[in-house]
């Protein structure tokens, strides 16, 4: 399977709307019929046009709603606020990067999968789950 490479707005628009209650349905029903009105009302001083313009290439699309994403490249604070949107977990700020965060086997998958290649993420077993940190890379 194909991770498809986004950029950070992408990733921002989509779990923003995930967080409002968009679901993946409804962001490729708008995508394909050109209709916003369910975004805006979501979110009503989004700009969905690269969103939108990702369903050009509509299995592509799905493949990033559905089984996920991988960011092109992230930032220190695109990785926080990306983390409060996607997972909406407390975690512990470093200098350079974060730990702490609680996550399931599912989330951890996820987190893996988006993380850009400036980033090593190392995960430790916990009772219910793992708790990740991820560390930025010069």
Same mark, same amino acid.
């Given at each position: 399977?194909?991770?498809?490479?986004?950029?950070?707005?992408?990733?921002?628009?989509?779990?923003?709307?995930?967080? $409002?209650?968009?679901?993946?349905?409804?962001?490729?029903?708008?995508?394909?019929?050109?209709?916003?009105?369910?975004?805006?009302?979501?979110?009503?001083?989004?700009?969905?046009?690269?969103?939108?313009?990702?369903?050009?290439?509509?299995?592509?699309?799905?493949?990033?709603?559905?089984?996920?994403?991988?960011? $092109?490249?992230?930032?220190?604070?695109?990785?926080?606020?990306?983390l409060r949107m996607k997972f909406r977990k407390p975690f512990i700020d470093l200098d350079n990067g974060i730990e702490g965060l609680h996550l399931s086997v599912e989330e951890l998958i996820q987190l893996k999968k988006l993380l850009s290649s400036n980033w090593v993420l190392k995960a430790e077993e916990a009772n219910d789950g793992y708790v990740a940190s991820v560390t930025y890379i010069e």
């Amino acid at each position: 399977m194909t991770t498809y490479k986004i950029t950070m707005m992408d990733a921002y628009a989509i779990e923003s709307l995930r967080e $409002k209650g968009i679901t993946n349905e409804i962001l490729l029903d708008a995508s394909a019929s050109g209709d916003t009105t369910r975004l805006l009302d979501a979110d009503p001083e989004g700009n969905f046009d690269a969103l939108l313009k990702l369903g050009d290439d509509w299995d592509a699309l799905k493949s990033i709603l559905n089984d996920g994403y991988q960011i $092109k490249f992230v930032t220190y604070n695109g990785l926080r606020n990306l983390l409060r949107m996607k997972f909406r977990k407390p975690f512990i700020d470093l200098d350079n990067g974060i730990e702490g965060l609680h996550l399931s086997v599912e989330e951890l998958i996820q987190l893996k999968k988006l993380l850009s290649s400036n980033w090593v993420l190392k995960a430790e077993e916990a009772n219910d789950g793992y708790v990740a940190s991820v560390t930025y890379i010069e």
